[in-house]
C-alpha cells in the first residue's frame, strides 16, 4: 500500500546517506544542501572525472571511492562504510530530495517497518522517460509474482535499519542491487512499506534510464536476480533465516 510521508515526531534519529555517484558535479551542490541536520552524507565516487569528489568534500561529505564500476558496487561500498543504526539511500543526481527521508527513517522507527521506498511520481516534462517508466512496471509486476509484496516502484529512495541489511548479504553489484534487497527483505519476512515521492528532471545526462540501451542493461540485471533460486538470509533481528 502506498502511503504520503507524513512524519510525527520531532526527533528524527540520527541516519547516514548513501549517495552513489558517477560524474555529478552538477546535482551534487543541491543534493548535498538537502540532507537532513545532524546526518551524514557519504558520497561513493564511482570513477567520476568531473571533481564531483573533491565538490562533495568540500562541502563535508563523507567521500568513498570505489573502483569497480556498477550502480550495487556503488551502493554496498556506502552500506560497508555506514555506522548509523538507519542506512537511507538517494540518487545523486537531483532527481530525488533527500531531505525526505526523515519521514522513511521516522516510519521505520516509529511503525515497526523494515524498508521503507519511495514510489517515484514524476514532476515536471522529461522527469521519467517513457521507456524507463515501462521498463519499472514490468519489473514490478514481476516482484509482485516473485514475492507478493504489492509494490508499483524499485526507485532508489529507500532506507532500512544497518545491521538487518548487512545480514541479507546482498552480493549484486550491477543495476540489479535495488531489486535484489526487496526480494531478500521479503524472504526474510520483512515489512516493506512504499511512500510517494516526487520526481524531478534529472541534472545531467543521465547514464542508465535516459537511454533505451542503459534501461535494458538494467532490466536485464533486474531480471537476473528474479531468476536466482531463493537463499536463507537474515531476518530483521539479524539472525538467518530460511527464505519461504
Given at each position: ?69 556498477g550502480f550495487g558496487a556503488a551502493c554496498h561500498a556506502g552500506l560497508l562504510a555506514a555506522e548509523a543504526e538507519f542506512v537511507c539511500f538517494c ?12 519521514g522513511f527513517v521516522t516510519t521505520l522507527a516509529e511503525d515497526g517497518a523494515d524498508l521503507v521506498l519511495g514510489r517515484r511520481r514524476p514532476q ?121
Amino acid at each position: 500500500m502506498t502511503h504520503a510521508i507524513t512524519p510525527r515526531s520531532d526527533v528524527v534519529p540520527r541516519a547516514d546517506v548513501v549517495l552513489p555517484c558517477l560524474d555529478e558535479a552538477a546535482a551534487l551542490p543541491w543534493v548535498l544542501e538537502r540532507i537532513p541536520d545532524g546526518w551524514r552524507a557519504i558520497v561513493v565516487d564511482n570513477g567520476s572525472t568531473d571533481g564531483s569528489a573533491a565538490i562533495a568534500r568540500a562541502r563535508g561529505a563523507t567521500v568513498v571511492h570505489e573502483s569497480r564500476r556498477g550502480f550495487g558496487a556503488a551502493c554496498h561500498a556506502g552500506l560497508l562504510a555506514a555506522e548509523a543504526e538507519f542506512v537511507c539511500f538517494c540518487d545523486c543526481d537531483a532527481t530525488l530530495d533527500p531531505a525526505l527521508l526523515t519521514g522513511f527513517v521516522t516510519t521505520l522507527a516509529e511503525d515497526g517497518a523494515d524498508l521503507v521506498l519511495g514510489r517515484r511520481r514524476p514532476q515536471g516534462r522529461g522527469a521519467w522517460p517513457a521507456h524507463a517508466r515501462l521498463g519499472n512496471i514490468a519489473l514490478a509486476r514481476m516482484l509482485r509474482r516473485r514475492t507478493g509484496l504489492k509494490l508499483h516502484d524499485l526507485g532508489p529512495l529507500r532506507a532500512a535499519r544497518r545491521e538487518p541489511l548487512l545480514g541479507l548479504g546482498l552480493t549484486d553489484r550491477r543495476s540489479g542491487y535495488p531489486l535484489q534487497m526487496v526480494v531478500r527483505a521479503s524472504d526474510a519476512g520483512w515489512r516493506v512499506e512504499e511512500r510517494d515521492v516526487p520526481y524531478l528532471p534529472r541534472a545531467g545526462a543521465s547514464k542508465v534510464t535516459g537511454t533505451w540501451r542503459g534501461t535494458w542493461h538494467a532490466v536485464r540485471d533486474m531480471r537476473a536476480v528474479l531468476r536466482r533460486p531463493r537463499a536463507p538470509t537474515a531476518g530483521v533481528n539479524g539472525r538467518a533465516k530460511a527464505a519461504r
